[in-house]
Nanobody, 130 residues
């Protein structure tokens, strides 16, 4: 059974940093694409950043987080991270981690609506407020 569990959310001030972590158990993690998504109540879910399972995967980023957020993965720990720097109030959302066994898609496709993702975590809340 696949279990995806996020952690690391919290309340921070504008300009602060946070690192989200996501552990995916019950899968051969290295063969899965991974992604971070976020959603604000009443708005559509958006793909923040995604990586494919390829070793040479180039991360896809939501335009508004480019240069501030960095996704990375540690296959040995079955963990994907999202380092978020220079946080802004507009980054406030519930952040979800997801994984996909589907292979061969560009990173942007995994982030597009999340429809390619197979398993999701329950989310972690990030609040950016002064």
């Amino acid at each position: 059974q696949v279990q995806v569990v996020e952690s690391g959310g919290g309340l921070v001030q504008p300009g602060d940093s946070l690192r989200l972590s996501c552990v995916a158990a019950g899968i051969s993690f290295q063969y899965y694409a991974v992604g971070w998504f976020r959603q604000v109540t009443g708005k559509e879910r958006e793909g923040v950043s995604c990586l494919s399972s390829r070793r040479d995967s180039r991360a896809h980023y939501l335009e508004s987080v480019k240069g501030r957020f960095t996704i990375s993965r540690d296959n040995a720990k079955k963990t994907v991270y999202l380092q978020m720097n220079d946080l802004k109030p507009d980054d406030t959302a519930v952040y979800y981690c997801a994984v996909s066994q589907k292979y061969g898609y560009p990173e942007s496709d995994y982030c597009s609506g999340g429809t390619l993702m197979d398993s999701w975590g329950k989310g972690t809340l990030v609040t950016v407020s002064s």
